[in-house]
């Protein structure tokens, strides 16, 4: 067709016009993928708490957030609508928090005490100490049944807490320098990570072993995704988390991660998942469909996780700091700022120090956006090249 037929001249000017094409629709590729990982999931702000921040959890309506300071003896509570901290004293070296979203209790694993202090969340006051196992290090609850299930590491047990109680049900053996523990509260299995023995503990909601599970090298956190029924667990020593299939207990993946992933958690609602990878300072950040979709810098050694689902929020514990990172996670698939709101707290107030504190952009939507580029460059190109015609004809 003479459409396509060129001179040597528009030949040579074709060529360049569509090389520069191919580079302008790469870079464009490129570029609004960055923007959408970068829009997706912004620090929005970044909040100082006490000494030697080592656990973290998100309360029952969002309002707080409470990080156990390991080196000050107590918890720094969070209001989250206006980064506000208090700090209550608890136990010694507290090293681990969780919430009982249902009865509004907070439980917090003193792991040099042999204990776990309670507060009432609503009144961010002490309710009692429960004296558990030796060094207790790792605390859930099942929000459907109320049992808090804490670690201690020194005996290689977990003390089984009724929560309408506060007494200790049940002392489960389990492996060896168990780390962590997490719930599945749809199927009530509860598992326990084996830091010494490189394996899960599965336990049933009668407390029975079901199955050790072989995983990676020195599994140090745990978290459930009960939508789809999978279990994560972060292998510090081999950068990676192993995936297992709740439904029949078999390890069916490893995902590399950062360094040292020492803390894990998942949005219930939409089933990200963020890794704390402790020795890189940041977050990787895993879709509910295991694919790796950011890595956020936080601060300095990230030592604990939480979400809050339904904001949205990611908060951090950076441990080196003495500081919290909050992430914009997404909600769905829009991603934009949320803060819950505010309530009066009972504890005496001190000095928060916040900084780096911006408003989340709305999230882009990869590909529309660069299917636009690719037109616009493409209509560039037309025009460019009936112009280029247009010369070459008048100089014939």
């Known amino acids: 067709m003479k459409f396509f037929s060129f001179t040597g001249q528009q030949g040579k000017l074709a060529g360049q016009l569509g090389a520069l094409a191919v580079l302008t629709i790469m870079l464009g590729f490129a570029a609004t993928t960055g923007l959408h990982a970068a829009t997706a999931f912004p620090v929005t702000k970044t909040v100082g708490v006490g000494a030697g921040p080592d656990g973290i959890a998100v309360g029952p309506s969002g309002t707080y957030v409470y990080v156990t300071d390991n080196t000050d003896n107590n918890v720094s509570i969070i209001q989250v609508s206006n980064d506000k901290v208090v700090n209550l004293t608890v136990g010694n070296g507290p090293d681990a928090v969780a919430i009982n979203p249902t009865l509004g209790m907070v439980y917090v694993a003193d792991s040099s005490d042999g204990n776990v202090t309670v507060i009432n969340a609503a009144t961010n006051k002490q309710v009692t100490n429960i004296t558990v196992g030796t060094t207790p290090d790792a605390i859930a609850v099942n929000p459907s049944t109320g049992d808090v299930y804490v670690v201690n590491n020194g005996d290689n047990t977990v003390s089984v807490i009724d929560g309408s109680t506060n007494k200790v049900t049940a002392t489960v053996p389990v492996g060896n320098a168990p780390d962590a523990v997490a719930v599945n509260p749809t199927t009530g299995n509860w598992y326990v990570a084996d830091s010494s023995d490189n394996n899960v503990t599965v336990l049933s909601s009668t407390n029975t072993q079901v199955k050790n599970v072989t995983v990676g090298n020195n599994p140090v956190a ?74 956020v810098t936080v601060g300095s050694t990230p030592d604990a996780v939480a979400v809050d689902a339904t904001s949205g929020l990611v908060f951090v514990a950076n441990f080196d700091e003495n500081s919290v990172s909050m992430i914009q996670g997404p909600k769905a698939a829009v991603v934009e700022t949320t803060t819950s709101s505010s309530s009066t707290t009972s504890a005496s107030e001190t000095t928060s120090s916040s900084s780096s504190s911006t408003t989340a952009s709305t999230s882009v939507p990869e590909f529309p956006v660069q299917l636009g580029i690719a037109a616009v460059v493409t209509a560039f190109i037309v025009v460019a090249y009936a112009f280029a015609r247009r010369a070459t004809a008048r100089k014939q």
Not at 234 to 262: C, F
């Open 222 to 295: 745990i978290a459930v995704n009960a939508i789809n029924n999978t279990v994560y667990v972060a292998d510090e020593n081999d950068n990676n988390v192993t995936l297992i299939q709740g439904s029949n207990n078999k390890a069916t993946a490893n995902m590399t991660v950062g360094n040292s992933p020492d803390a894990i958690a998942v949005n219930s609602a939409t089933g990200t998942v963020y890794v704390a990878d402790s020795s890189d300072a940041n977050v990787t950040v895993l879709s509910s469909v295991n694919k790796q979709l950011a890595n």
